[in-house]
């Protein structure tokens, strides 16, 4: 049975689904902060307090988790790429084996899900975050089609951006060459 197809009709690498996936926690992130700027006009009491309190900490948390899941599919993305431990303990200023221990999980969880990926389906196993993520994965150009549509939504004055500033810089597989004779 095939799927919608968007996935095999644009089969990029896995550092493009990584960096994908990266893209798409930048954006979450990017919400979630933006959501907190405007102050609603019944958030204070006249003396500039809070009327719910709990409700600001509890919106910053989840700005938070997104930040550390931005921050691990950075990683996650550095390390399909090619990048060793080395250079990623590096670029955080801790040792190399620090950097592993504390990405490992997130790159081996990446790299599970990408033969799950190619299976036309559901997604693995693990709630909602998981299917989405799987989702991204399996289709990857619808993916980076809606990333494209928000990117120019938001593109605060930035003239220059082309018109897939998402899905045009994805980079795509070699296509496979067939071996035989031809008659």
């Known amino acids: 049975m095939t799927g919608s197809g968007t996935g095999a009709a644009a089969p990029y690498t896995d550092a493009a689904r990584a960096r994908l996936l990266m893209a798409y926690e930048a954006c979450e992130l990017a919400d979630l902060a933006r959501a907190n700027v405007p102050i609603g006009e019944q958030e204070l009491n006249p003396d500039g307090t809070t009327r719910t309190p709990g409700a600001v900490l509890a919106d910053a948390a989840r700005v938070l988790a997104a930040a550390q899941r931005f921050f691990e599919a950075a990683a996650v993305f ?106």
């Open 78 to 183: 550095e390390r399909v790429s090619g990048a060793d431990w080395q250079l990623i303990g590096d670029v955080l200023g801790v040792p190399p084996r620090t950097a592993r221990v504390r990405f490992t999980m997130s790159e081996a969880a990446f790299r599970r899900e990408l033969p799950s990926a190619a299976v036309s389906g559901s997604g693995a196993a693990g709630g909602e975050a998981s299917s989405l993520r799987g989702h991204m994965i399996r289709e990857p150009l619808e993916t980076a089609l809606d990333l494209d549509d928000w990117v120019l939504r938001h593109r605060d004055g930035e003239a220059d951006l082309d018109t897939a500033p998402v899905s045009g810089g994805l980079a795509r597989r070699e296509p496979q060459r067939r071996t035989g004779k031809t008659s």
